[in-house]
DNA sequence: TCTGATCACTGCACTGAGTGTCACCAACGT
DNA sequence: ACGTTGGTGACACTCAGTGCAGTGATCAGA
């Protein structure tokens, strides 16, 4: 009773607004007033697209999947991060590109903050959600895996070292931006991650910390057992100078 | 056709052999034969109670969906690997710990090559059960990253150092798992998980390379910059001593 | 102005996964 | 013999997702 009445959808441009909330957009505030009240699971595709006054099946037009309406942009973000790291400068340091890349996630987050709030909530407590999220943020580790293995694919294990880093740059990148959701992005994002993309990035890449204000990294404590090897305190002695 | 002739279902224990396939066993039987004679999607729940013998109710008994069917021992294997972890000495190597959890998981695909080659075949072929096994791999990557929370939990930014190393583990260890099915099981699934872990181990453990069992942890190297803060120094001697 | 094409949208019917409910039956203890 | 319990099958139902046909609007060109 609602699909026929509502929205009379003209063309005459008499829309006082930016004219380009197409529907889409509808049925992403209907979706989510709806998942917000009742639960997720509680809302039907009926429910939604008669709050949005649409037809059932413009909602599959515009989203594959139920899941989908609960992140709408990632797609757009994905192809964002692709295109930034094609255009990357052969000369510049993976690790680093990996991590600035992963930061543009941060800022799509960041740009909604209310909106990222409210979905990290729904894929709380939702396990469909939940895993949904997971392919989501698969994609995106798969691209910087693929780009790394582009460029230290001919090194030594250079395949695994680049899933490997990929892995642990998404996760550090995941455990701040959670941790900022967490407290309803009331904390500074922009901090938060850059430590720990900074961690990641001394772990696997050149230099420690990008700016070095007072650099905690820059204190070490050798502490060795008696008996230990030479060649095994050189070693850490190496690989300790090699992060400068 | 299938469903009421098939299978008469007797109680007398007249199975000649170990007499507890019990219906689990059949279906999933039934489900692999299908999905790789027809595929997965094109096989529905009707299919596989049918050519198993079995009411469809019954199989959402023992399967709470569809694509669970396609791992049907995960959750026993997550179960153990919780049991290993938490049955962990408190002066173990957490990293070296969280890879041989880890191992375990590779024992269970060792443990059915075939099988698992199968199934790593139709995974990578419909994006559903990808989805799946997404989900699977994050609760697996849960309990090495709360285990090791528990072990660095009081250090600084020991929870996302938990979460990297956790991820950085899965990785290399999946990184050699799938490079095992692809080469259908021929290659030593063992050396090239030893290999992958133990540059996972060497990146965040303490010791570099693998063999060497002896006491890695107790070479650090202390690298202070000038001008350093004391109670940086002191802080960092701390916590590198609380490691023992 | 008429016409044909295209596009966005809707309604409808259908498949298939997953659930709730109930009846059935075998095994078991009393 | 009895009631109980647990595994099972049959049936009906909800809902996600798809295929298809139809409709109205815009726009091209005659």
Known sequence: MSSSSAAPRRGDGSDTAGARPPMREA????AFRLFLERGYEQTTVDDIVALAGVGRRSFFRYFPSKEDVVFPDHERCLADMKAFLDSSPEDADPVRRVCDAARLVVRLYAENPAFSVQRYDLTKKVPGLRAYELSVVWRYERALAQYLRGRLGGRRDGS????VI????VAAHNNALRSWLRSKGQDDVGAAVDHALGYAQSTFGGLPVPPLP???EDVVVVVSRRGTPLWQVVREVETAFARD
């Open 27 to 30: 049925l992403v505030a209907a």
């Open 214 to 216: 007072e650099g905690p």
């Open 166 to 169: 990929a892995a642990a740059v």
């Open 160 to 163: 695994m070292r680049a899933d």
